[in-house]
């Protein structure tokens, strides 16, 4: 899924927003700091933490004592949630590019630029535990219930989405996706994950020449946004890349541990494949090392099995990569063809 991040301000502001792009982070801003006062804003529903009072009156002083001494716990675990949702850090998407009101109030009146994010990929290292929600508009402050607390356990995303994913119906033209960290601050990225870079209309040449600059040889398409002659809404119109020949950013072929494959008579079988996917893994821009190559028990079929790679990322984690034989053997698109490939 695409989505979007509109970037500009003074030079400062530009220079400190193409810096993190470079390097590949995202800043996720403290929740209290956001823009809308009524960030965070959840009426905590009291009547819903409390047994009818019907009910009430068959209880023994007793338990009435143990009722209403739960009733105060539970309703002090969702004000303790509202005041820890606080320290939460958030980094704020779109999912629409055309909007005018988007270019104009946060990137600079059209003069700033616009990042285009694959949100999956987007995700998929240091913010793999992270959650995303899709903010919901509303005419009224949203009410946290007793049912809502004690099923965040199971579903903290619901509390979530009422405290952090929940604004006033007045912000409906942002279209927002929000990233919602547990800590507010910087997180890297897969550099793969930005899709494309979109200059605003009234964007300088000096701009666009800057970024496309030192984004060089990482595949971004690179458009520029402009009112078409006959139409009342912002259109992108591709621009070429000058540096489109650079070295690609991050290429590398990985070493590949002694002993790796280690083969037996099942992974023989596919030979070629099972090489052709070390290969492929090899030149991925994170792969440190592969240490294991072998089929997959649980992934697959008799009659196209799955052969899974591991390999040392260079974030520190170690990551598996899985393909299956028809793939590689075909030589799809997102699979180099075994023929095509260094087979040791």
Known sequence: MGVFKFRGGNDQTVSRHVETLVSDQIYAAAFDSLNDPFEGRATIGEKTFRVESD?????SPSRLEMLEAGEKQLFSVVAEFKTKAKGWGVYSLSKNLL?????????DSHRGFCIEYDLDLLMDQSLRNEITIDVV?????PTLTAGDIVAMEQNSARVAQLLAGTKHMCWSYEEEIRVVSE???LYGYDFRAVKGIYFGKDSSEELRGYVMSLMRGRGVDYYRMDVPDDGYELAEYWIEDPFRESTQYRARVAPVADGVPEWD???LKYRAEAL??????RR???CELVFQV???TDKGSAEDPVIYVHYDHSKGTPVTKYFSVSELAAGTPHFPSPESLILE
């Open 294 to 296: 072998d089929l997959s």
């Open 265 to 267: 008579a099942e992974l």
């Open 99 to 107: 909007n005018a009101a988007l270019w104009n109030n946060y990137a």
């Open 55 to 59: 009910l009430r009156k068959t209880l």
């Open 137 to 141: 508009y509303v005419d009224c402050e």
């Open 276 to 281: 052709a996917a070390v290969e492929i893994v």
């Open 183 to 185: 800590r507010p601050g």
């Open 284 to 286: 991925d821009p994170y």
